[in-house]
């Protein structure tokens, strides 16, 4: 397993911009396909991003599509997501997550690691 720290999180005004980074422990970080999730007071956690060890290929929940990037630098064991357009409804905690599942369809279940989450605040 690898250990997840969370940064970048914060308020933000609707239309404005965050980047949130994970910092990862390990030195196997290139080996995993790592994960955004983020969970809003009383709802289910929920899948927003991903991308694989394998080819760097991308996998986005429909909400986010267009607004927020994930990428990852290998070299420095990080992960980030670029969140543009934010809306009030992107608020939640928001979660770095390390598995090694492949492509498709992406649930919790699929990442045995987990940061202990961020903060994110959009005011409308």
């Known amino acids: 397993q690898v250990q997840l720290v969370e940064s970048g999180g914060g308020l933000v005004q609707a239309g404005g911009s965050l980047r949130l980074s994970c910092a990862a422990s390990?030195?196997?970080?290139?080996?995993?396909?790592m994960g955004w999730f983020r969970q809003a007071p009383g709802r289910e956690r929920e899948f927003v991003a991903a991308?694989?060890?394998?080819?760097?290929?991308?996998y986005y929940a429909d909400s986010v599509k267009g607004r927020f990037t994930i990428s990852r630098d290998n070299a420095k064991n990080t992960v980030y997501l670029q969140m543009n357009s934010l809306k009030p409804e992107d608020t939640a905690v928001y979660y770095c997550?390390?598995?090694?599942?492949?492509?498709?369809?992406?649930?919790?279940?699929?990442?045995?690691?987990w940061g202990q989450g961020t903060q994110v605040t959009v005011s409308s």
């Open positions: 997550a390390a598995g090694r599942k492949v492509g498709g369809k992406f649930t919790s279940a699929d990442f045995a690691s």
């Open positions: 390990g030195r196997t970080f290139s080996s995993y396909t």
């Open positions: 991308i694989s060890w394998s080819r760097g290929s991308t």
